[in-house]
């Protein structure tokens, strides 16, 4: 790395139009990619967002995220994929989406893969987007949650995975349809295996969540953690199915467009 990070940085909330803000940053590549031109990069970083319906927070986003991550000095993606189609959201789906088709959009690949919530917006520039030697849980204080964690085993809202980590456990599960548990049940495949979570200290892990309605919790999640580890190693990556209607350059960001709807 090439500059020394300072610690707490601002957060603009206010409204922005995406079309706006996806003019600015002239340093970023089509696709929302970024290199740093002066040094060469040690993490080559691909940032997940799942996405339907959020189109003020993705606008909030991009304008907090592109400035955060380039003086971080990674080479960096940020993919957004967007869920068409009549089911309920499925997080963990389009997290599985998302990183076979980014790996298809960079030569060579990504080392790193940050799944990212779009509400939610990291606070410390010390917060460094790249993974570790274990799996790493990036959003642990957030203000929400009173900047403490909630629970030991939570791996939800930002979390970092190698490649060889994330295809070791077979992605997320495609089961979780609507709102919790998805984050759990990875959070039991890495401990299956014998990973453990890092985490920054809670004075840098600290993020802000954008508002919005709560969604309706998944009736079926506590019921589906309970088989993690009967069928974690037949059932995600390795069963994903999908319909890839489009994928769009746009300046700021990849847009990755699927129907995930079961068939």
């Not at 204080?141 to 900047?147: G, M």
């Not at 403490?148 to 809202?157: Q, T, V």
């Not at 548990?181 to 453990?196: F, K, Q, T, V």
Request: aromatic residues 12%; contains cysteine; proline residues 5%.
């Amino acid at each position: 790395m090439c500059v020394r990070l300072n610690g707490p940085v601002p957060v603009n909330k206010t409204e922005l139009e995406l079309e706006r803000v996806d003019t600015q940053y002239p340093e970023v590549a089509c696709g929302g990619k970024y290199s740093p031109p002066y040094c060469t990069a040690r993490h080559k970083v691909a940032i997940i967002v799942p996405f339907r319906d959020r189109k003020q927070h993705l606008a909030i986003f991009l304008n907090h995220m592109h400035p955060f991550l380039m003086k971080q000095e990674i080479d960096y993606g940020i993919f957004i994929v967007e869920q068409l189609g009549n089911a309920n959201f499925n997080r963990a789906k389009l997290f599985n989406v998302g990183f076979l088709e980014s790996e298809k959009q960079k030569v060579g690949g990504w080392q790193c893969f940050i799944f990212h919530d779009v509400d939610l917006l990291p606070l410390d520039q010390r917060n460094i987007y790249s993974c570790p030697s274990q799996p790493r849980h990036m959003s642990a204080a957030v203000d929400k949650f009173d900047f403490k964690l909630p629970y030991k085993e939570i791996f939800g809202g930002v979390s970092a995975m190698t490649k060889e980590q994330f295809t070791k456990v077979n992605g997320f599960s495609n089961e979780y349809w609507g709102w919790g548990g998805e984050d759990d049940d990875m959070s039991a495949r890495l401990r299956y295996l014998n990973y453990h979570i890092e985490r920054y200290n809670m004075s840098i892990a600290r993020y802000t969540m954008l508002d919005h309605e709560k969604s309706k919790p998944n009736p079926k999640r506590m019921s589906l953690l309970q088989t993690t580890n009967l069928i974690f190693k037949k059932q995600g990556l390795s069963t994903l199915e999908y319909e890839l209607v489009d994928i769009v350059h746009r300046h700021l960001y990849t847009h990755i467009i699927v129907n995930i709807d079961e068939r």
